[in-house]
């Protein structure tokens, strides 16, 4: 007799570019239910600027992913061929191959193909949206996330044009579609800008404008003109202050300047003040563990200190710095971790500590939205996914507009569920 319960058949990895021309690996899942077969897809994305504590994608001597490739079809398929379609179950199975620290055996992004392909395939043989099946497994109601829209770029995106490395619009709105739609404007209210100061730029790799001025201020100035007041609409910035810490003399580099933990701590101070700065990723070096800690408790009631290379979606680290209190929000990338039960496991833990989350994409992205249901799923304060301008930042804000629609319509379906079990329960009679 023919089961009908699903079942895994097999597994396939490919080799793709990402957004800066790397190499990086698809992953397909083909699942197997009675005489029928069905499949999902997933793209992994690869970064840039890099917390030194990220889980190891896997790569060749030359850059390639043969090896990566290898992990999935020789490795993980083997071990997961048979199992019923259960994603947090097959990711623990992918998980009992590599006991190393940070996943050099198998490799993160090996894994989290894998993974993001079967939660993938679970929500279509479900026929569910993928972000209703991330919010059932992750236990955390839907949400609409801000947009935090890269709009100026810097730092190691931008061959170090400007100091900090992502210069943020951070959009809300009462619907997806209409914080959509104000982002592409003020988008094109900065490009508008940058031309009437005949400013030279070139895009940076996450498609914001990369500006090359020795004046701190003037990004920000620049994007508080555009804003116009806009209560939801405010500016953050990634510093990625690893990449200009310089060790050999234990200070900052900013502007061909050295400066100490504490002149940065009160440039960050007063850009907060001068200009409504509400939040700060990676302020400092993710090991200088002591300006974390006084910049959340200098401004950190007014301004959203994030840890991301310090924090790099790791339970383990969660844990280690937040009875510190170094941070007050969290980036969650999939792929510093390397499967998403420990990306719940990592997202779960930071809001024990009352972090705000925030779903973010790579500096090298594909055309998989994956990231945008997955902050919808897990209901994440904001999500980063680039600027416009690029086809694999596209596709995320494409993709969340599609969502809008699906979640409209789950309320609608909830909606005309509880009427009808109330007209049920009016209906019955009493005994």
């Known amino acids: 007799m023919l089961s009908l319960e699903p ?10 570019t990402d957004s ?63 199992m019923a379609l259960d994603s947090e179950d097959i990711d623990h199975a992918i998980l009992s191959l590599d006991t190393t620290r940070n996943k050099e055996h198998i490799g993160a992004n090996a894994m989290l193909g894998v993974s993001m392909a079967v939660m993938r395939l679970e929500a279509k043989v479900k026929n569910i949206p993928l972000w209703k099946l991330i919010s059932q497994k992750s236990g955390y109601p839907a949400g609409r996330p801000i947009l935090y829209m890269n709009t100026l770029n810097g730092g190691a995106h ?31 209210k900065v490009r508008q800008k940058l031309a009437e100061k005949k ?4 895009m940076g790799d996450e498609g914001g404008f990369a500006l090359r001025t020795s004046d701190l201020e003037e990004p920000f100035r620049i994007l508080t003109d555009c804003i116009e007041k806009d209560p939801n609409i405010f500016i953050a910035i990634d510093a990625a202050a690893s990449e200009f810490y310089r060790k050999e003399n234990q200070k900052y580099e900013l502007n061909g300047n050295l ?52 924090t790099v979606t790791n339970s383990i680290m969660i844990r280690k710095y937040g009875d510190r209190g170094l941070v007050n929000g969290m980036i969650v990338k999939p792929n510093q971790i390397g499967t998403m039960v420990e990306t719940f496991g990592a997202i779960h833990d930071a809001r024990k500590y009352g972090w705000k ?20 799923g897990v209901g994440a304060y904001g999500i980063k996914a680039g600027a416009h301008t690029q086809p694999e930042r596209r596709a995320k804000y494409d993709r969340l507009l599609e969502i809008e629609k699906e979640l409209v319509a789950d309320a609608e379906q909830e909606q005309t569920k509880k009427k009808d079990r109330a007209l049920e329960r009016k209906n019955q009679p009493y005994y």
């Open 7 to 16: 079942r895994i058949k097999n597994c396939f990895a490919k080799h793709i």
């Open 20 to 82: 800066r021309g790397m190499a990086t690996i698809e992953v397909e899942v083909v699942a197997k239910i009675g005489l029928d077969e069905v499949s999902a897809k997933a793209a992994v994305p690869s970064g840039k600027s890099t917390g030194s504590e990220e889980a190891v994608a896997l790569r060749d001597a030359d850059g390639g992913i043969l090896q990566a490739i290898d992990s999935v079809e020789k490795k993980i398929a083997p071990k997961i061929a048979g």
């Open 158 to 188: 931008a061959d170090f044009c400007l100091p900090f490395q992502e210069y943020i619009l951070a959009v809300g709105g009462k619907t997806l579609t209409e914080s959509n739609e104000k982002a592409i404007a003020i988008f094109e």
């Open 199 to 202: 400013m030279d730029y070139f």
């Open 259 to 310: 400066i100490s933990r504490g002149d940065l701590l009160m440039l960050y101070k007063g850009l907060s003040e001068k200009y409504d700065l509400k939040s700060i990723e990676d302020p400092f070096y993710e090991k200088d563990l002591t300006g974390f800690e006084e910049i959340t408790k200098w401004i950190g009631d007014s301004v959203l200190i994030v840890g991301d290379d310090l």
């Open 357 to 376: 989350i925030i779903v973010s994409h790579r500096s090298g992205e594909t055309m998989d939205p994956f990231v945008a249901d997955l902050a919808v």
